[in-house]
């Protein structure tokens, strides 16, 4: 038996339009509308958190009923389903039209906008897996990764492989720098202050202080570099070594 307000493996807010009224009720206020609720969603997500999240927490926000969001939206679900989507919609996509564009670089702008955007919404990464995620937004992005990815030579049997290289590390990386960031915020310390402490805290255990022992010479190369210079650098290396990658596979045919 399905649970009440379970989806399906193909259910989307996008495939179950939300009819039209035919007359306007007391619970439906002047001036409400999908985008404005979309919009309160997203910041409330970005201020609370995914578990703080609430279909009567949103109502509070907009100052309605939580009975009147329901003209709007079936579900919890389709509130976080057109969040995503919204949030997905800041993401500046190069020029179709410009097939002149070095593919590189062009690879380079989405992933580092992808990472940016997990940071800054930390409750997208969780969402990203669960909802089909068709939105118009996430189909613009899709459609502009695979138009970059089909300028680099692979052979089509190939490309998927590829964007699953990149964009689940970018995935990941910006995952855990999210988490990481929100550490941080929650502890009172600055970045720098923070991974000091964190590594002072590291090398009271025996085990830990052993292997960073060992790994002395690769915490030495980071130099004097601050944890944002730091991150960043093994972020652009890291998409260096991806592209190197890709670039290889297609010399080798």
Known sequence: MVKQGARSARGSVWLEAKAPRSARSANQPSGLDRARITDASVRLLDAEGLAKFSMR??????????MSLYWYVDTKDDLLELALDAATGELQLPDPAREEADWREQLRGLAAQYRALLVRHPWLA??????????PNALAFSRSVHRVIRRTGLPAYRMTSAIAAVFQFVYGYGTIEARFRSRITDSGLTPDAYYQQAMN?????????????????????????TVEE???????????LLVAGIEAMVERG
């Open 57 to 66: 927490r949103l109502a509070g926000e907009l100052n309605v009923t939580a």
């Open 126 to 135: 969780p969402l990203a897996g669960q909802y089909l995620n068709i939105g």
């Open 201 to 225: 805290s590291a090398r009271q255990d025996p085990e830990a202080a052993d292997y960073l022992q060992e790994s002395k010479d690769i915490m030495d190369a980071r130099g004097g570099d």
């Open 230 to 240: 730091m991150m960043d650098r093994d972020f652009t290396y890291a998409l260096d």
